[in-house]
């Protein structure tokens, strides 16, 4: 039962998080003028780049072991199809968002102007990770019946 706790803790407040990421911090970003704008992406970009990879992996160890407790059980399928799940946002954001959000803290020679469209692009990429991450989250409650 505290493992369930723990999990759905770890799964829901990270989703919230990037939910609140998509739905609200980037919505009132793009009303600023370019240069506040792509300040506050940069800082935004810095303190979750830093925090957020963390969250991730222990999110991921915690639906490991829910898979391998309940792996005797019917519901491992459903826990298997949400760790999959989990470990695919994981390497597609490895492969495609970190590499942008690490130009946002630092642009190089890129003008406000490319960095912003990149920043664009990270948020329709980062989307696509709030589904599947929700998709996890729901395979994983149904499984545990919450």
């Known amino acids: ?3 369930n706790i723990l999990t759905t803790l770890s799964l829901g407040l990270l989703i919230g998080t990037e939910l609140a990421v998509s739905a609200f911090i980037n919505p009132i970003l793009r ?9 506050l992406i940069q800082s935004f ?26 792996r005797h059980t019917p519901e491992f399928s459903l826990l298997i199809a949400a760790s999959a799940l989990w ?4 390497v597609f ?7 942008i959000n690490n130009r946002m803290i630092h ?28 998709a996890a989250m729901v395979a994983f409650l149904v499984a545990i019946r919450v």
């Open 1 to 3: 039962m505290i493992l």
């Open 31 to 39: 009303r600023l003028d370019d240069r506040s704008r792509f300040a």
């Open 45 to 70: 970009a810095a303190r979750l780049g830093a925090t957020m990879p963390f969250w991730y992996v222990l999110s991921f160890v915690l639906l490991l072991f829910e898979t391998v407790l309940l």
């Open 87 to 90: 470990a695919l946002v994981i």
């Open 93 to 99: 954001t490895l492969l495609f968002l970190v590499p």
């Open 107 to 134: 642009p190089a020679s890129a003008t406000l102007e490319q960095s912003l469209r990149e920043h664009d692009r990270w948020d329709l990429l980062h989307r696509v990770r709030v589904l599947a991450l929700t």
